[in-house]
């Protein structure tokens, strides 16, 4: 059964962190790339961060090279998404997506995950 479940949202202020979370059933984790997305009002849904499960390997937007990082807790099967230096623009719904993984280190484009969870929000103040 597919299942991705977000939390740890909240309101931050600028310069603040946050660390969400993404908690995956087996079904979904094994063998997936698991990615975090995020939407903020009246914009396209974007592409954040990826990770493939199996190697843990990780890719990037440019945009949050060096403040976010996403890592995993195998045994646990979830994602996390920390946040640093958060900027009044990474105010947006984030939510947390998955599709098999072309190979141990190769995650699609962002364009083609599948399964989705329910978001959570990240709200950035000055």
């Known amino acids: 059964q597919v299942q991705l479940v977000e939390s740890g949202g909240g309101s931050v202020q600028a310069g603040g962190s946050l660390r969400l979370s993404c908690a995956a059933s087996r079904y979904t984790y094994i063998s997936n790339c698991i990615a975090w997305f995020r939407q903020a009002p009246g914009k396209e849904r974007e592409g954040v961060a990826a990770?493939?499960?199996?190697?843990?390997?990780?890719y990037y937007t440019d945009s949050v090279k060096g403040r976010f990082t996403i890592s995993q807790d195998i045994a646990k099967s979830t994602v996390y998404l920390q946040m640093n230096s958060l900027k009044l623009e990474d105010t947006a719904m984030y939510y947390c997506?998955?599709?098999?993984?072309?190979?141990?280190?190769?995650?699609?484009?962002?364009?083609?995950?599948?399964?989705w969870g329910q978001g959570t929000q990240v709200t950035v103040s000055s």
């Open positions: 990770i493939a499960t199996t190697s843990g390997a990780t």
């Open positions: 997506a998955a599709v098999r993984a072309y190979s141990r280190t190769v995650c699609p484009r962002f364009a083609e995950y599948q399964y």
